[in-house]
């Protein structure tokens, strides 16, 4: 049981380059979530999903976009990478409202 | 703004005492607690859960206790171990939505 699968593991950009981050579960979770951490920031959510084909805008949504075609996956695009982008991002499954979470083990991004 | 708060960056302990984390809120619309552990290159796990409508929660070593009134709740580990040395997230969620807020974190070290 792979649980939360986040690629990639790390990834170097150049300012205005384009990438997408992809989570896949694999417990049938309704809810998804995509969190940034930084240093003494703790968590921030940059966007969610309560279900396939919708998604909401979280505490830290700017310079984000985010689809969920598919129950299984939520997709994390940045469109034109800036250096304040450069964080860990976490990818987090629920089964329920709240519950607790089953997160991705991150992605290191640096934008140069 | 930042609605659960670990004024705590770092915490160290002996092997064998006990540990106490700390953790306020804001939102009095919050009615689900957990604690998350956090090791290196590696995604949250989910630690221990209350709800609001209960004081305390027991888990093996580890204790939650809620003070609805202070908005203030705790995580108490007894006795510490070198391998809980990690950092720990505070996060709440609130019935109105569908997401969930989480604290800087605070590092603990057990010293054998």
């Known amino acids: 049981n792979a649980g939360v699968t986040q690629t990639p593991k790390f990834r170097v950009l150049k300012t205005g380059q384009s990438m997408t981050l992809l989570c896949a579960q694999d417990m049938n979770h309704e809810y998804m979530y995509w969190y940034r951490q930084d240093p003494g920031m703790g968590l921030r959510l940059i966007h969610y999903?309560?279900?396939?084909?919708?998604?909401a805008k979280g505490e830290v949504p700017d310079g984000y976009n985010v689809s969920r075609l598919k129950k299984q996956n939520f997709l994390l695009g940045l469109e034109s990478a800036a250096p304040s982008q450069t964080s860990v991002y976490f990818c987090a499954s629920s089964g329920q409202r709240g519950y607790g979470y089953t997160f991705g083990s991150g992605t290191r991004l640096t934008v140069v | 703004d930042q609605q659960v708060k670990q004024n705590s960056p770092s915490l160290s302990v002996q092997e064998g005492r006990i540990s106490i984390l700390n953790c306020d809120y804001t939102n009095s619309m919050f009615d689900y607690f957990l604690w998350y552990k956090k090791y290196p290159a590696e995604g949250p796990t989910f630690l221990i859960s209350i709800s609001s409508i209960k004081d305390k929660n027991e888990d093996g070593r580890f204790t939650v206790f809620l003070n609805k009134s202070a908005k203030h709740l705790s995580l108490h580990i007894v006795p510490s171990q070198p391998g809980d040395s990690a950092v720990y997230f505070c996060?709440?969620?609130?019935?109105?939505?569908?997401?969930?807020?989480f604290g800087a974190g605070t590092r603990l070290t057990v010293k054998p």
């Open positions: 999903s309560v279900g396939e084909g919708t998604t």
């Open positions: 996060a709440a969620s609130g019935w109105n939505n569908n997401d969930m807020r």
